[in-house]
């Protein structure tokens, strides 16, 4: 029997019917036709998916986990993603839960022990912002990338909206934030990194990020569930030098439990920071599933990065709640500051810098 590798399901059922669906999904996310069908005693053998166990977890739900043959995903991120949930994924009964996943994806090439290393953070959380809104001029998100690095935050993200749209050209936009940030720094001494947000298909991503690259930069970010999986496994491996974070933008659009989506499956496949909705935000994700999505991307060696509304006055709360190895991501907070972003951005770097971690 081939190797094989084991997937969770949270599957609706009543208790009469939960083995037949469990058979069912097993059938689906491997051969997908009746087995009847099938002849070849190899794949019956090797292919066929297998029900592993099946648990109930309240309310008529069951947990029901099926190990699948790992030759069926031939090293690919997005293939992999086909054989975990693919056809299920049309099933509204069924939500994606778990994964063990296996060796085949390493995680990130660069994650949050170096980004430590980088900025030079060895104990403390990292303090980030994003460049915002849409609509603004390269020369006005450059000169506002600059006051948020002169108040010694770390990191400074475009906005993901921020694609190659005509008031913002990406070939022009990467090169001008870089300027200003670095000039920043040169009067700060603290190494603030700039992400820019690549867009576009893989050639257009790997032109953005080699631009990024020539302008001295070692970070950028994408939304994979836009971009792909495959995308980000293949930029991990062409640029391994850069730290790439990954953006949730549609990751709603799927029944696949966040903490495994972005706290596990975007770092396996090569972001070395996750972004996520906090709870207590604009979103609705409950500190369980925020604690669950943090533990499962540190343990892949990515930075958890809760964002989504978070305000400066709730920096000790979310540090208390998260702890250490995290970036707290305040954008329209410290944006309400206008004028002032600079001081607001040297008022949040210092609250995160003098934090107990309990």
């Known amino acids: 029997m081939s190797g094989r590798f084991s997937v969770t399901y949270h599957v609706r059922s009543d208790a009469a019917g939960i083995e037949a669906r469990a058979r069912g999904i097993a059938v689906e996310q491997s051969v997908e036709m009746p087995l009847e069908a099938i002849g070849d005693e190899a794949v019956l053998t090797d292919i066929v998916g ?37 056809n299920t994924s049309l099933q509204d009964d069924v939500v994606l839960w778990d994964v063990d996943m296996p060796a085949l994806f390493p995680g990130p090439a660069q994650g949050l022990a170096s980004l430590r290393t980088r900025l030079g953070v060895t104990a403390r959380a990292f303090t980030g912002s994003a ?4 609509g603004m001029a390269v020369g006005k998100l450059a000169r506002l990338a600059e006051r948020f690095a002169r108040g010694g935050l770390d990191f400074i993200k475009d906005d993901h909206g921020l694609a190659d749209q005509r008031y913002s050209p ?40 080699r ?12 939304a994979p569930m836009i971009a792909g999986f495959s995308t980000l496994a293949r930029l991990r491996r062409e640029f391994p030098d850069f730290v790439l974070f990954a953006h949730p933008a549609l990751g709603g659009a799927a029944r696949i439990a966040p903490a495994l989506l972005i706290g596990k499956l975007f770092p396996a496949f090569g972001a070395g920071g996750a972004i996520f909705p906090s709870y207590g935000g604009r979103f609705g994700y409950s500190t369980e599933t925020c604690r669950q999505l943090a533990e499962n991307a540190r343990s892949h060696d990515a930075l958890p990065i809760p964002a989504g509304g978070m305000t400066l006055a709730r920096t000790a709360e979310i ?29 949040f770097a210092r609250a995160v810098a003098d934090h107990p971690y309990g």
Request: charged share 20%; glycine share 10%; proline share 5%.
């Open 170 to 209: 990406a070939a022009e936009r990467i090169p001008a934030v870089a300027a200003a940030v670095a000039r920043a720094t040169r009067v700060t001494g603290h190494p603030t990194r700039y992400i820019p947000s690549l867009s576009g298909d893989l050639d257009s991503m790997r032109a953005q990020l």
């Open 50 to 86: 297998a029900v592993e166990a099946i648990d109930p977890v309240g309310d008529g739900v069951f947990a029901v986990r099926i190990g699948l043959a790992t030759d069926t995903i031939a090293s690919d991120a997005g293939q992999f993603m086909n054989m975990a949930f693919g």
């Open 319 to 347: 540090l208390d709640f998260y702890g250490p190895d995290t970036m707290l991501l305040i954008g329209g907070n410290l944006l309400m500051a206008r004028e002032r972003i600079a001081e607001e951005a040297e008022r």
């Open 131 to 134: 460049l915002k809104p849409q």
């Open 211 to 222: 631009l990024a690259r020539d302008c001295g930069l070692d970070c950028a970010m994408l």
